[in-house]
Nanobody, 124 residues
Framework: QVQLVESGGGLVQAGGSLRLSCAAS????????MGWFRQAPGKDRAFVAA????????AYADSVKGRFTISRDNARNTVYLQMNNLNSEDTAIYYC?????????????????WGQGTQVTVSS
């Protein structure tokens, strides 16, 4: 089991930036895929980005491509989500997730561990 703790959420004006962090502890493994999902009020949880812990390959939702960057620091067991040029549609609770597989997935059901979430609010 992997424990995940997110931080870095907050209130930001449209066009601004935030960086989310996700610290992993417990049974961390080089075969994990780490992902970020988000859930806006009244909507389903949606894929945002993922990174392969070993190889560093990344995947992004079309809605954030070019604005968000996912990265990882293996030494710190931490994954980051740099979010630039934010808009009101990015307002959501952001969740970090871990998957015990070398293959990336965009499906929330295929991730094994979840953080508690961090709120991101973008004001227009």
């Amino acid at each position: 089991q992997v424990q995940l703790v997110e931080s870095g959420g907050g209130l930001v004006q449209a066009g601004g930036s935030l960086r989310l962090s996700c610290a992993a502890s417990g049974r961390t493994s080089s075969t994990y895929v780490m992902g970020w999902f988000r859930q806006a009020p009244g909507k389903d949880r949606a894929f945002v980005a993922a990174v392969n812990w070993s190889f560093g390959s990344t995947a992004y939702a079309d809605s954030v491509k070019g604005r968000f960057t996912i990265s990882r620091d293996n030494a710190r067991n931490t994954v980051y989500l740099q979010m630039n040029n934010l808009n009101s549609e990015d307002t959501a609770i952001y969740y970090c997730a871990a998957r015990r597989s070398r293959f990336t997935s965009r499906q929330s059901a295929e991730f094994d561990s979840w953080g508690q979430g961090t709120q991101v609010t973008v004001s227009s």
